[in-house]
């Protein structure tokens, strides 16, 4: 199975063409596994409608990338609070009014 990072890479193109089923009141595309694996399709795909086409693609997870992101962040000193100060001085209405 061709992993999801590099879906898309191949060198060639899959064509088919397939019956819709009809399933309840609506219908239904068996996709074959090439399209699957060249696409990195598991259970859960979007949906999208442009124009007269139907776009099927894999899921984007929340979140996803950020870990290297930061990291990448991290590695060129850019994790730095932009307002340091205002975290570390209590303000004089804190001063006066929190009790601890």
Known sequence: MI??????????NVYMRAKLVQIGNSKGLRVP????DQCG??????????????I?????E???GWDEA????????????????AVHAPSAWEEAEWEW
Do not use: H, W
């Open 33 to 36: 596994k090439a399209i699957l």
């Open 62 to 64: 929340p979140r996803e």
């Open 3 to 12: 992993p999801v990072e590099t879906a898309g890479k191949c060198n060639y």
């Open 41 to 54: 399709l598991k259970d859960d795909v979007e949906l999208l409608v442009e124009g007269a086409r139907l």
């Open 56 to 60: 099927i693609q894999p899921v984007s």
């Open 70 to 85: 930061f990291a990448e962040m991290a590695a060129c000193g850019d994790d730095a609070l932009l307002d340091a100060e």
